[in-house]
């Protein structure tokens, strides 16, 4: 079922609320200038302290406790240091992180210690939210001896209007949004909440989205690019994802003519190490080119998967982090001698679960001109009983290879081609964690052109998710948002035009279904918000018109951050 409501900018100003921080209780310690420092604190590891040894601290031999001795502001920071406490603070508001509340150091201190004042951080709204995009998947290798195509793509980056957001977070004005280019490139700025930045990238650079302050809450971006172009022909869309030290990217393949591009972004101020593991249908594939890849502070690195593991047919990659976050993705580039077969960039699919949810495959109304594949890997040391139906807008349905071992540390790929017309989910269940993709390819003849789109199995949508809306220049390209459900759901779509005004469609996703919204032509974003239930969601944008046949590219959507854990803050010196 779908409501619609229109909404008008709103004008309204927002109320702010300020902290409010209690006034400490005066410090009681030593007052001819010693630091009040005392040895005997326990170690972290469980040894015994230096002062053990000797019974200081100790009770007596009656029973009685021992002189307590305080300790002064100056042992206060020196102890703070030692229990590396400033790193829990500082760590409470990076990205979408999160802190659980409370911090109690009474062990530490002995009985005879004053009860604590409580300092609560009482706005719940996050501060700050750094996005990467990964710039033109296609340029930026290290080798000069590699010839590289051009390469356009737009990056747009904009945040969550009021109406998207939950009633009771309140949305504020005061922050900024900002647009840069990495390494070195130019950068734009805005603090109105309803703006919409735009930059196009042509050369070897990514970038970065920076959203402080009230702008931080539901700031989100995507990339795009669109040709036409003989050999470079392809539709792809990317959401812009914050930096992680984990990721699974599952594309690629063996045929003569396709090329796979891993792109690295480090949005951060400090070089990081990467770690590329390759798996494929027999295990892991020795990639010593992989081990050791530094990515540069406020830079990206381009790595051709060739150069780390030839001839693998279905290639599932691993890409862990040290030293800081990385944002990892995948581009896939398919060309039959001068026939173009596809173009595709695809983003990180969930972490290994049981259970998974592909939220959008688009098959052909002709099935006889497309086909699918799910892949799946096993990272784990057992072997995985795999099982895979689709989730229609009528309810589950079978697909012919409904149930299938893979083994332990290897990769599989499912054919899925019997799925219905229209654009379907795919539930995946698992006896052992698991992560996988969709692969969809269309094909309007044997000697025309092709197109393939990668969908990963997403996280489901629990606060809110957005993208901007692609618009060619002169392309017209169709959107349409798939929400799909293991159980029932109901949310929210808002969209919002070129003159800021919003609508509000209420759609339910019933249990085991999918259900596809037209975006409007006019949506210059689009923001999905759970009432209830727990939905996955993708955009799928099509180029129905384009020579050669139908162009499409999947975007999945991500849960977007509103919100941070308080810490609740407890003195503990005397």
Not at 17 to 30: A, H, I, Q, T, Y
Not at 513 to 535: D, K, Q
Request: net charge negative; aromatic share 2%; hydrophobic share 40%.
């Amino acid at each position: 079922m779908i409501r619609r409501r229109r909404h008008e900018p709103d004008e309204d100003p927002i109320r702010t609320e300020e902290l409010v921080r209690p006034e400490p209780e005066p410090w009681e310690g030593n007052d001819d200038g010693d630091d009040g420092i005392q040895d005997d604190l326990p170690d972290p590891d469980g040894d015994a302290a230096p002062g053990a040894a000797s019974g200081e601290g100790r009770p007596t031999a009656d029973g009685e406790a021992p002189a307590v001795r305080r300790r002064g502001r100056g042992a206060a920071v020196k102890v703070l240091a030692f229990l590396g406490f400033g790193a829990v603070v500082t760590g409470l508001v990076l990205g979408a992180g999160r802190i659980p509340g409370g911090l109690d150091l009474s062990d530490y201190l002995g009985p005879d210690v004053p009860e604590p004042v409580s300092v609560t951080v009482t706005d719940p709204r996050v501060t700050e939210t750094v996005l990467s995009c990964p710039g033109p998947e296609q340029v930026g290798l290290d080798d000069p001896t590699v010839q590289e195509q051009r390469m356009v793509v737009r990056v747009l980056a904009g945040v969550a209007p009021p109406a998207a957001l939950p009633e009771e977070l309140d949305a504020g004005t005061d922050g900024q949004l900002t647009l840069d280019l990495i390494p070195d490139g130019p950068s734009q700025r805005e603090t109105a909440r309803d703006a919409v930045l735009l930059q196009d990238i042509e050369g070897a650079e990514a970038a970065r989205i920076t959203a402080t302050g009230d702008l931080a809450v539901g700031a989100t971006g995507a990339q795009w690019h669109l040709s036409q172009a003989a050999e470079r022909r392809g539709l792809t869309a990317a959401p812009c994802l914050p930096a992680t030290t984990e990721s699974w990217l599952l594309a690629g393949g063996d045929e003569p003519g396709r090329v796979e591009r891993i792109v690295l972004t480090n949005p951060g101020a400090n070089p990081v190490t990467v770690r590329v593991q390759v798996f494929g249908a027999e295990g892991e594939l020795p990639a010593p080119g992989g081990q050791g890849v530094v990515v540069p502070p406020d830079g990206r690195r381009v790595l051709l998967l060739d150069a780390l593991a030839s001839g693998e047919s279905t290639p599932a990659i691993r890409v862990t982090s040290t030293g800081g976050p990385v944002a990892a993705v995948l581009g896939d580039r398919w060309l039959e001698g001068t026939l173009d077969r596809g173009l595709e960039l695809t983003v990180p699919a969930a972490a290994p679960a049981e259970e998974l949810l592909v939220p959008a495959v688009p098959m052909p109304h002709d099935l006889a001109a497309g086909s699918a594949q799910l892949r799946v890997v096993v990272p784990g040391e057992n072997d995985a009983i795999v099982q895979v139906r689709a989730l229609t807008g009528d309810g589950p349905t079978r697909v012919e290879h409904d149930v299938t071992v893979v083994d332990a540390g290897s990769v599989a790929d499912i054919d899925i081609s019997d799925l219905p017309e229209g654009t379907q989910a795919l539930q995946v269940t698992s006896d052992e964690p698991v992560t996988a993709a969709a692969r969809m390819e269309r094909r309007s003849g044997e000697d025309l052109p092709s197109e393939m789109a990668w969908v990963p199995a997403t996280e489901p949508v629990t606060e809110l998710a957005g993208a901007p809306v692609f618009h060619h220049d002169t392309v017209p390209v169709r959107t349409q948002l798939v929400l799909a459900a293991i159980e029932p759901a109901r949310v929210e779509v808002v969209t919002v035009d070129a003159e800021g005004g919003t609508t509000t469609e209420e759609v339910s996703v019933p249990e085991a279904s999918n259900v596809t919204v037209r975006v409007p032509e006019e949506a210059m974003s689009v923001w999905v918000r759970p009432v209830s239930g727990a939905p996955h969601a993708a955009l799928v944008a099509f180029d129905v018109e384009a020579e050669g046949g139908t162009m499409l590219a999947g975007l999945p959507l991500q849960d977007l951050p509103l919100t941070r854990d308080l810490l609740d803050v407890r003195p503990w010196l005397p």
